[in-house]
Every structure is written in C-alpha cells, then in structure tokens.
C-alpha cells in the first residue's frame, strides 16, 4: 500500500541521530515523518548511561544552541552532573551527565510527540524507493511504502548486527533489539561502500549485590551545572554519586585464562574497534605491563538498581565474565543482570558523504550518526541536527548549511568524517579542533544560535533568551571598557587586594580584567565599580573574551590565512586522471574522496603539497581557458 | 605521469668550471638513448661511451649514466652524458638531444619534476634552487647537505620530539579522568627545554647557512678623509675607488662584492660625513645614511692621528639603535704603531694601516665574527629567509609555552603553533605564501 499521505523529510531510526534529525526537520515546518522499529525504544541510551565529557559536551551544547533537544533532555534526566578539566581553562572544560535511561528516553519520547509537524510510526524499514539516482521514499517490513522529498537514515548499530559473547554469535541489533538485516543487505546492493566496525558493552550489575564501603566515592559537583542554554539545576531529579573502584592482578589472570575463548582474539570478530575505549582483555594484553585498571561505577538510574561498571567492557564467555567480575574489590558476590557483549555492525564510508551528510550516491538520502563510523550518542545527535537541518533544506529547494571548523565541533567532525574517512570508531576530542579556543561549550550559542534562527530552528523562547544574554554581554563590555579606575582614587589596600600591587597609571576595568590573577567577582568589589552583572553566564562569558582576546584574534586571524583555499571550490565532476602533474596516488585519493574545496583536498592524508599546488595550477589555468574562451566570444 | 614530454638542458652554468653534463628527462628514454650511444646503457652503472651525431660521426667521448623510472632524480627516466669537451662540444650534444625529440628544459624544470613526483620535500626543492645560483662554493657546498635531506632530518626530528609533547599535553587534556598525570610522568616540562636546545642548535646552523647564501652588508663610514676608499681597496685588492687627499672625495656610494672565507660580503664605501653646503656632496651623505640603515655591520673610520673626534660621536649617536659597530682606527703607520683589536664593553676596535694592509687581516676576523660566522661550512644549512622566519616563530612559540606552563590549554596553543610554524618547512601543512614562492621560484604552471 502506498500510505496516503506525501511527506517532506522522513527520518529512519529513533535513536540521538533520529530523533535530532526529526526534530530539527519538524521545527524548519517540514512535513516529517520518524520511523522506528520500536516507538518504546525511542531515545534509548544503548552503552553508558552518560551524556557529554570532553569534546562531547562541546557537542552538547553546540546542538542546544541550535534548538535541539539533548541537553534539556539530560537537564530533565540527570542524576550527576560534572564540569571536567575546570583548572585547565575554558575552551578545554567540559559537562558531563549520568543519566537516568528511563527517565532520559522519557524526556525525548515527550519532546518527539509533542513536536508539531512530526508524525511517528512503527514499523521496520527494509527498503528504500528510488527513482534513478534519487530517493523518493521507503518501504516497510508489511510492504507499505511511503513518499517523501528527502530521506535521512540512522539505523545505528542495527545494520547487519552481530553479537558476540564468548564464541557464540547471534544477529542482533542493541541491547536486545532485532538487527535491520533485510535493509543492511538493500544497502550493499546500492554500491554504497560498506564496512565493518566493533564496539562493546561491560556486563550490567545488581547494585545491591556490591559493597561500596569498599569503593572511592565520586559524587557530582555542588551546585551542578545545567546542560542546556534554557536549562536549570532545578529541573534535575535525585542526584546520585558514582564509584570508583579498580581491577587487580587476579582479575588479569582470569581474563588471560578465557582468552583462549574470546571472539577477539581467536580471529572471530573481524571488525574494528576503538583505540580510546578497548575492551577489558584488549587492556590487559595491550598494556600488561599496569596491574590494576580504573572501573566507574555508575548508576543506571534512580528506579531500578543496576548498575553500569563503566571500563570492563568484554565479550569473554560468561563464565569468564562471572569470574572475572567478581575478582574486583567490592564486586566478590556480584550478580550479574546482563552479560557484556561486543557487537559487529555495518557502517558506510563516510568519505562518500557531502559536508550535508547526503550521500554522493544517491540524491536525497542523508546519513547521520553511527552508520557513518562514528560512536557515542553526542556525535550520533550533532550528526541528526545537521542531516535533518540539509534534509529540511533539500526538500525545500535550498542549498546544504554546515558549519566551518572553526566555527563549531560538528564543522570539525563532518570535515573530518567527510574528508579524511575512518580508520576506527570517530569520537569527538578537543585535540581534533584546531581552533580549540574559539570552539568552547561557554560560547557554543554565540557561535550557532543566531545562524540556527536563520535556518528556522530556533523557536521564540530560546531566541528571545539568546538575544538577552548577547544583548547583556555587550553592554556590560561597554560599560568596562568606559569605566576608568584612577590611581590616585583608589586606596592603596583595595589595589593590593584585588589587583595584586599598586596600578601605576589609570586603567579601564576591561583592562584589569585581561590580567591573568584578576578576578570579575573580585574586581567588582573595587570602590566605585560594583555590582556588576549578576547572570554568571554573562559575566563568564565577558571574562573569558577580555583574558582570552589575545588568542582569539591570533586564531581569527589565522582562519582568515586559510579562508582562501577553504573557498576555492573544486567542480565535482573534475576527474583527477585528467589533471596533468598529479601523482597515480593523487588522482587514486581525489578521485576516491571528490573534495568539494581544495582546503579540504590540503586535508585529505595522501594529498601532498606538491598535488595542492599541481591542482592550484589546473584551477588557474581552468580559469584562464574560460577568459580566453569568453573573451573570445564577446570578440 | 609517464607520457611527460623528453627534456634536456646542459647541468653546470657555463663559465663555472667542472665538467660539463647534459641531462635529459622524459618518459620511455630507452629508444633516445640508444640513438644516441650506439648501444643499450646499463641502468645505473656508468659506461665509457661515445655520443653519436645523426650520421654516427662520434661528436665527443664520455661517460654516460641511465636512471630508469622511477628510481631517478625526476622519478622519470634520466640519462646523463658527462661529456669531456668545453663549453662548444657540450652545445653539440645538447643539439643532438633536440635533434632526437627533446626540448630544452625551462629554469628549474628537473626539480619542478622531481617535486612534483613526489622525490623531494619543499625544503629539498629549495635546495636545488640554492645550488642552481649558489654563488660561493662554501654555498655549493652547504646546499649539499641539505639537498640530501640534512635540514630536513633536523627539522623532522624537532616535529617529532614536538609531537611527542604535545601528544602528552593534549592526552592530559582530552583525558581527564585517566589516573595518569601524562604532564608530570613523563617531564613534560623538561622535553620542552630539551626541544628548545634542540631548535636553537639547528636555529644557529640554519643561520650559517644563510649567511653563506644571502652574505651581509658592511658600510664603510666616517669623517671626510680618514681613509674610507683606501680601506676599500685593500680589502677589494684593487682600485675600485678613487683615493685623493682632498676631503670630500667620494660622492656617490660605492659597493664592492668581497668574500672573506667564503662568506660573501657586500660592502659600501660611502662618502665622509659632515656639514656642508657643497649639493653632490650633500645628495652623497644622504645616499651614506641610506646605506647605514641596510647594513647589517657599520665599520666606522677613524684617523689614529687625530683619535676619535667631537664629530665621530655624532656619527656614532646618529646611528641606527642595535646596528653593530666596529671602529677602525686608520693610519697607524703614521705613528708607527702595531696593529691590534680590543673589544671593550661592546665595542670592538681595530688598528689598521689601509695604506700597508698592516692589520687588515684582523679586522677580517672581527668583521666575520660581527655577522655572526661560526667558521667552517660544515654545520651549516642552507636555509632560506623563510625558513629562518619559521624557525624564529617557532622558538617565539616555545618561549610563549615556557612562560604559560600553568595554564595548560594555553600552553598546548603554543605548542600547536610552534609545530605548525616548523612545518612549513618541510611542507607538510602548506601554508598559500609558500605556495606563492615556490611558484615564483619555479616554473610551475604557466
Ligand atoms: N699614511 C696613510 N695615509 C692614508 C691611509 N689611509 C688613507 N690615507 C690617505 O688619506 C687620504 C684620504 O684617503 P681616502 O681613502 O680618499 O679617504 P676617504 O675617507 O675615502 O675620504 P672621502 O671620500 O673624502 O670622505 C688619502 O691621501 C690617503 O692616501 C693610511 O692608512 N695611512
Ligand atoms: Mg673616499
């Protein structure tokens, strides 16, 4: 059956990537439809029961800052919050939550139902319509097809997903859900470049099985934090503390006894795994010389007791994971609710992708979150948002929005993903950002809210909001930098308490304020200057530009040195065979990857410089046959 | 790149000795060279061969070398015929080459092709530029070095111990909640010291090399008369400017090429300086200080008979502040005393007789030590201005990373661009100004 209704943008899958998609397509006025295989599961945190950390929590927020709902549904689910690396400067800290599973899924199942424009719908997809090279919509496991302009697929872990424990096997999808088999197999046929990654889950632990006497208390920070923009500490519920406690010699020696049969190391699982977050037997052989690893302990959530032992992620047989388990302090008669378990699944290159995150196969399809090789539900979510946002725009006839790398962490992932492919899982670090200092969770609204309200993804509420603070901001940057604090005025104990020493000559409190040891709070207490702002957020924020300015305007300046390539644009349909100079790799790796700038060909590992500047000299002399043959016609 | 059309060009500049060489590059050289030789050249090994004309008359006698692709300087095939005659007969062979399908090669057209096969890093391609117009065989000699691949190695191995700081600071920073102290466990802070040695050793052996390449300009000044232009001569061994014992002889400045050790110097001699209504002599001491804001080293002459004059502390006053001063005392025949050198709070003095040459070779010595040689070609790199420029970034970087060592996202910023300086040499992270050189430079893409 053809379902009657014709739809803009439909998104597949209901996890961060599809609900951020949906949302964001059904917020720009598009028609949209969200299709899940289980409208229970929506939202549903399949790994850890943690949101943000660094370089994650920089995506957080990025993502609130254009409208979408991650950060306010973890603001609502909640129960620890924690600033990590707060010594080591602004553009390095970041939020991280634990968060209730129930309570989280919650959050985003209310937000997706009460979305205007967005409607839901159960029901496995196993293929997808075509019409030439282009998508015209879906069909379902019951043959139902439906049409939209635009189609966006998440499916995760889903696709083809295998489950290893110990050496048995079975196809599945996450936690307990079926694998999309049939789609996965369609998607093969398509000729889009599939391959094949691991990722892994720790056993689940009965909380009230465990001794925690035993075990260093990590609880949250006091007062906590909120996530979103919009967000507030009191809509957190319950706060919970985690645990810490560690693996010991004996632990090693009984994983070491089941490795005989581990599906890692008997040649069983042929997909790849990542580096920063190995499984408990890759640790242990990888790094044999450190006897004891670190486990977190963390709480699943405040209506149920297990727990999530966060750095002993397996897929020994079970009988290893029960021995192993309880050889660690504070866990000797642990139960075990849920074995752990590695799981295969299939994912595309992204090096086929636009910056839009539509494929370069087919027209209309956009492909978002972990099917692209990344992991983690924060880089699944920033992918949604920028593939429902380009989705929305395809289907209303406008050109694709990203945004640059020095703009926000999501223009670093797409640039990395779409540019440089993948060799393990991508996750997002701050290392990956070059332009680090300007990319902060602080600023993350003042870099995308406003171009968000230009895409129609920012509602009234928050915009309203935005333009208070910004509006905050400025003034009282005006009002330091006119306020002049004069030596002679000011008595000699105050200028030593706040400044340090004694000023030598008059100064604009903005001025002050770039000294490294003076405080905004403290300056304010100055005679005559006080109260200052009271929303932390602003004063934080006018703190950080005036110390930071420095380093800022040396970073604006060095994108503005790279714009120009950033803005050269490479035609899409060059083929690099033709480009005379270029090295046989040259021509191999462009023509593989297609830049779409030659910034972005600078980038690509392989390309040399000695390509770049072959290519600068087929674009100039591209341009120079176009003069010619111009000029030779208005002749 | 195997259908590139066959270029050739004779390899040594005429008129500078050596033997002369005909290179010849292209794609599918088997054919060419066996007209050529009579015979089939073994690759690689070098061979007693003659160089044949159209109709097989033997033009000259030789050694001839074949280097298949890809394993040759331009990654193509590359024949080189190591002829014996003079400048006529390696005219001849190069005609021959032409005659058998080659064209001659542009400027800088072999390395524009090695570079572009991918056989040498920037900094290399800019060494085979530097040994194309090495001036000075202590330059030849220095770009030697690094065409095979010595600064670059230098420069590799500073970004290698870099970025294994940096990989340190950035894990304390992307990993906060590991229970390693990435920063103290592995002294970080001292790696920095290390690398800051490390960048300064290969800091002062870029900046010999510069200095052979780019040499540095010495005026000559003081009051009318005290024996500027006879200085000049001496030095030169020649008359390259007029001596009279009128005051206010030269006019226009002078300038004179002298190498002293192999470092090239360029020297003006330039008219005295004092009052006067004269209108050429005036338009000359304007064109003296124009001379003394360029040059990297002042010699200021002094008549030892008449000692340093109210008028030479208003020269001295006048001058540029931090241009390094030498002070040449003149005319010690006169009083018969021994030439000498004595360097005092800063400043070096020299007794000299520009008439007998009696201490000349004294001030040889304090001059090359003013402009900063170490002696010897040996440690020197031949390194470009930019590369001096990069390194000095580089070093101010670390210097900035020094002084923010506890403010750690600040300090992982410096050291981000020190890396980023230092790899625009080797053209790792091309940056478009060198880009834009190199364009200049080559004949890349006309
Ligand atoms: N005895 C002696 N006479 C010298 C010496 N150096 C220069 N003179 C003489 O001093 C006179 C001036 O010499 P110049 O070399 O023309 O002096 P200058 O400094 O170039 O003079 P202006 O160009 O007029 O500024 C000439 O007669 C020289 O022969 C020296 O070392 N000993
Ligand atoms: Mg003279």
Redesign the interface.
Known sequence: MLYPTLFDVIVIGGGHAGAEAALASARMGMKTLLLTHNIETLGQMSCNPSIGG??KGHLVKEVDALGGAMAAATDEAGIQFRI??SS?????RATRAQADRVLYRQAIRGRLENQPNLWLFQQAVDDLLLEQNRVVGVVTQLGLRFRASTVVLTAGTFLAGLVHVGLSNYKAGRAGDPPSITLAHRLRELALPVKRFKTGTPPRIDGRTLDYSVMEEQPGDNPAPAFSFLGDPSLHPRQLPCWITHTNQRTHEIIRGGLDRSPLYTGVIAGVGPRYCPSIEDKITRFSSKDSH?I?VEPEGLGTHEIYPNGISTSLPFDVQVDLVRSIRGFESAHITRPGYAIEYDYFDPVGLKHSLETKAIQGLFFAGQINGTTGYEEAAAQGLLAGINAARAAQGKDAWYPARDQAYIGVMVDDLITRGVVEPYRM???RA?Y??LLREDNADLRLTEEGRGLGVIDDKRWRHFEAKREAIAAEQERLKSTWVNPRLLPQKEAERVLGKNIEHEYSLLDLLRR?DVDYQNLMTLPGVGPGVSNAEVSEQVEIQAKYQG?ISRQLEEIA?HQ??ETMALPSDLDYREVH?L??EGQHKLNQHKPETLGQA?RISGV???A???L???L??AEQDIKTTSNKKSA | MSNTDVIAATATASGRGGIGVVRVSGGGLADFAFALLGKAPKPRVATLSNFLAADGNTIDQGVALFFPAPHSYTGEDVLELQGHGGDAVLRMVLGRCLELGARPAEPGEFTKRAFLNNKMDLAQAESVADLIDAATTEAAKSAMRSLRGEFSGAIHLLVESLINLRMLVEATLDFPEEEVDFIAEANAFGQLAAIRAQLGEVFRQARQGSLLREGAHVALIGQPNVGKSSLLNQLAGEEVAIVTPVAGTTRDAIRQHIEIEGVPLHFIDTAGLRETEDEVEKIGIARAWCAIRQANVALLLVDATQGVAPADLEIIAALPPGLPLLRVFNKIDLLEREPGSSGVDGVTDVYLSAKTGAGVDLLHQQLLRMVGWHGGGEGAFMARARHLKALGEAEGRLVLAEACKGRIELFAEELRLAQLALSSITGEFTADDLLGEIFSRFCIGK
Do not use: C, D
């Open positions: 660094i370089g990590l690396n080591k400067g602004p553009a390095v670190q977190f670090f701050t290392s070059e680090r200092l490294p380093y040195r120009h390539y100079g090295s046989i600078a040399t410089p000695a770049i500047s072959v600068l000299v087929h100039k002399r």
